[in-house]
């Protein structure tokens, strides 16, 4: 963890210094030495007669145990992980069990290495690929183990595969071992070597054997032709035991003698209790202790329910917010934030900018996103137990490492003091980055030392206490002449959401905010003046990752205002995009959705239509809306969707993912957003923070291509298009110009 600590100070953006030292890709750049490092966790504790080849696959006389090193949090990797290492190892579903990893530096997220690098993702130039090695390297060393970021597949699609295949070969020289047939007269088929006269040997026959060789490190994954499952519409692991209400989430965990807390903490974010009433608590059903934390209180009960209408009965004083009390001043702050002080960086810069503004009609507007919340479905929880030994964790979290750092920090341990489970999430879409719940349970469990304490926040709790999302003001100035767009300059005001997230997690970085660049600086029009600006508010509410994070606002900004200067320009939006795309086969992902939604001008008779195209997370994603303007309000009519993620390895989730992307999208563009009065936020449920509702939601039509150079994420990029897409579908039916989220402010919707 010290190596995390001592290394993020470099942030996660690069500066020039580093490409200039020309790092060399490290060890782990090799899929094939990732997939067997050599520091194998699982090689702790292992049993007798059992054998670890590597980070991510356990046999043992018993079970095979394949390890998801990701956190699944809804998006289905629970079950594409070990799905890749058994595509490789002829294993079917149900022959092994799946796990999720320990905190440990070996799952070091490698997917991470191009969004890192301060280079747009179409750049595959030698000098963006030497600082993608170069990131790599770092990420190596410091042992980043997160989930986020869509980097799940792109992180683990070669070294899960090539862990199978090194399973495989293994589990094959074992056999030959045994039966002195030789190697290549060997195959294998569900969860068994077969030998050439159809005797079969289990793979868990062979742990002890194949422990005592080497690993086949050569071994080499087969080639997608040649896959049985991956790349075919198959079922999730997952689904049976949640739709039958079977699988265990974290808020489902029991054990023996367990006790309930919940909590009442300052709804001033980061603030402490002054004094609190706990009288009328105390003599509440099912209450044994209320205990003071650092910014609360928290009420140990013998059940959930008890515990959390008693924390509701405390009466509390606070100390007052150190940002502004009332949303009105949270604007004005943003407003004021557009001066050099607050430069966080010039991102790109193309041309001669003011002299382009100079030339033919300028366009100027100005946009506004408000801070929203994550609300997944599963409130807050953890389960803690400390011991004079140390604490451990039971909770569900996108990064294991620093679960470790926070919860031995609040309570004095160090980190390897606390032993960490990971559990399934309902939701998280960034939530799970934070640690509101991880720092208080901490805290809990160790007043009630030697008795597991199961913490559960009431949902008002989570809404209060959740970090939102950044809120943001773009202001937008470009240029049209002759029918073209010749420049563009695109200025944005923003809390800080990563740098935030960075020092929660114990690494304070004073480096620019590199995600306040997403969807503002990888613009990938032909516009021969552009420059992409970012300037870092100070002293508003905290912000985190929320789901596609800096893409969610800016690229509602962005392709708002490329449709203004398309329109101004007297061009066809979707056209015009066509015409100035720069990148082949980003130009191919707009082909498609023109394709797909017979895009032929405009419609007429009060229905429009709008296109946006945002790559975040390295994933370029075309989007279509189609409206109707009805007596009632905007109805959401169709959604057609074009992404490119180099390889579509898990069909079905794919489409799920993306259509659910969409939803989000076009669900908080329209109904959402938190405001703050007297410090707190106002919206504390679901009936204040709605989501789209099911007869609102379109049809989605979707489609995956395999263009791309490199295999892409798709759990955040398909958020990003959908509120430019439908507030410029909005002006195609009506003419009005939305400019801020959220849209229900200024018109009506079915």
């Known amino acids: 963890m010290g190596e995390i ?73 629970g079950s594409v992980q070990p799905i890749m290492i058994a595509e490789e190892m002829d294993l079917d579903p149900g022959q092994f069990e799946m796990r999720f990893a320990g905190p440990s530096p070996a799952y070091f997220n490698t997917g991470f290495a191009d969004e890192f690098a301060p280079f747009v993702a179409a750049d595959q130039s030698p000098a963006a690929e030497e600082a993608r090695a170069a990131t790599l390297e770092w990420l190596r060393k410091a042992g980043l183990q997160m989930t986020g970021g869509s980097s799940t597949i792109p992180d683990t699609y070669e070294k899960l595969r090539v862990a199978g295949a090194v399973a495989r070969e293994t589990l094959k020289a074992a056999a030959a071992k045994r039966s002195g047939v030789a190697v290549t007269d060997l195959r294998t088929q569900s969860g068994h070597v077969i030998l050439p006269d159809g005797k079969k040997i289990a793979y868990v026959e062979l742990a002890a054997e194949a422990s005592r060789i080497p690993p086949v490190l050569d071994a080499k994954p087969r080639d997608p032709s040649k896959w049985r499952m991956l790349g075919k519409p198959m079922t999730r692991l997952d689904v049976r035991a949640k739709v039958m209400g079977e699988l265990k989430f974290g808020i489902d965990m029991k054990m023996d003698g367990m006790l309930y807390a919940s909590v009442k903490l300052n709804p001033n974010k980061g603030q402490p209790l002054k004094s609190y009433d706990a009288s009328k608590a105390q003599a509440m059903p099912g209450v044994k202790k209320i205990l003071e934390i650092k910014n609360g209180v928290a009420v140990i009960a013998t059940n959930s329910w008890y515990a959390i209408k008693a924390a509701d009965a405390i009466t509390c004083e606070w100390a007052p917010s150190v940002y502004p009390a009332e949303q009105a001043d949270h604007w004005k702050v943003l407003e004021s934030s557009f001066k050099p002080e607050f430069l966080g960086k010039e991102w790109r810069k193309i041309g001669d900018i003011e002299a382009g503004l100079k030339t033919g009609k300028l366009v100027e507007a100005e946009y506004r996103a408000p801070y929203v919340a994550h609300q997944p479905l599963e409130p807050l929880n953890g389960i803690g137990l400390v011991t004079d030994k140390g604490m451990e964790i039971w909770v569900s979290h996108q990064s294991p490492r620093f679960v470790q750092s926070v919860a031995a920090t609040a309570i004095g341990l160090a980190p390897e003091q606390v032993t960490f489970h990971n559990q399934w999430a309902g939701g998280s879409f960034g939530h799970r980055l934070e640690y509101e719940n991880v720092r208080v349970l901490a805290e809990i469990a160790n007043q009630m030392k030697g008795t597991p304490i199961k913490l559960v926040f009431s949902r008002e709790e989570d809404f209060l206490q959740d970090i939102p999302r950044q809120i943001a003001i773009a202001r937008h100035r470009g240029s049209i002449d002759n029918g073209k767009i010749v420049a563009a300059d695109l200025q944005l005001a923003s809390t800080a959401p990563l740098k935030g997230l960075l020092e ?42 929320w789901r ?203």
């Not at 043992?60 to 990797?77: F, R």
């Not at 660049?517 to 300037?535: M, Q």
């Not at 959402?672 to 049809?699: D, F, S």
């Open 5 to 77: 600590q001592r290394l993020s100070r470099r942030a996660f953006v690069f500066g020039s210094a580093a490409i200039a030292g020309g790092i060399a890709f490290g060890a782990f750049g090799d899929a094939a030495q990732a997939a067997t490092a050599s520091d194998n966790p699982l090689a702790v504790g292992l049993g007798p007669d059992a054998v670890t080849f590597n980070p991510w696959v356990e046999i043992s006389p018993e079970k095979i145990t394949l390890i998801a090193q990701h956190a699944d949090i809804g998006q289905g990797v």
């Open 548 to 750: 596609s994070v800096g893409a969610s606002t800016s690229g509602f900004f962005t392709e708002s205002f490329i449709d203004e200067l398309i329109h101004a320009a007297g061009l066809d939006p979707m056209k015009a995009r066509i015409a100035m795309c720069t990148v082949p086969t980003y130009r191919k992902v707009l082909e498609t959705v023109a394709e797909m939604s017979d895009w032929k001008g405009p419609l007429g008779n009060g229905r429009g239509r709008g296109v946006a195209f945002v790559e975040s997370f390295g994933t370029p994603t075309a989007e279509v809306v189609e409206v109707t303007k009805t007596e009632r309000g905007i109805r959401i009519d169709k959604v057609w969707i074009a992404v490119d993620v180099g390889k579509v390895v898990d069909p079905v989730n794919f489409e799920n993912q993306v259509q659910g992307g969409v939803i989000w999208g076009l669900g908080h563009a329209i109904n959402c957003e938190l405001t703050y009065a007297k410090g707190a936020v106002q919206q504390t449920n679901y009936n204040h923070h709605e989501a789209m509702r099911i007869y609102q939601c379109p049809v989605i039509e979707v489609r995956g291509l395999e263009n791309d150079p490199k295999v892409r994420g798709v759990g955040e990029p398909p958020v990003p298009p959908a509120a430019p897409a439908l507030a410029n579908a909005i002006f195609a039916a009506t003419g009005q110009r939305i400019r801020e989220m959220p849209f229900n402010k200024f018109i009506d919707f079915v």
């Open 504 to 545: 929660r997690s114990g690494t304070p970085s004073k480096d620019p905010d590199g995600q306040l660049a997403a969807g503002l600086w990888n613009v990938y029009y032909d516009i021969p003046n552009f420059r992409a600006t970012s300037y870092e508010a100070q002293g508003l509410s905290p912000s985190t990752t």
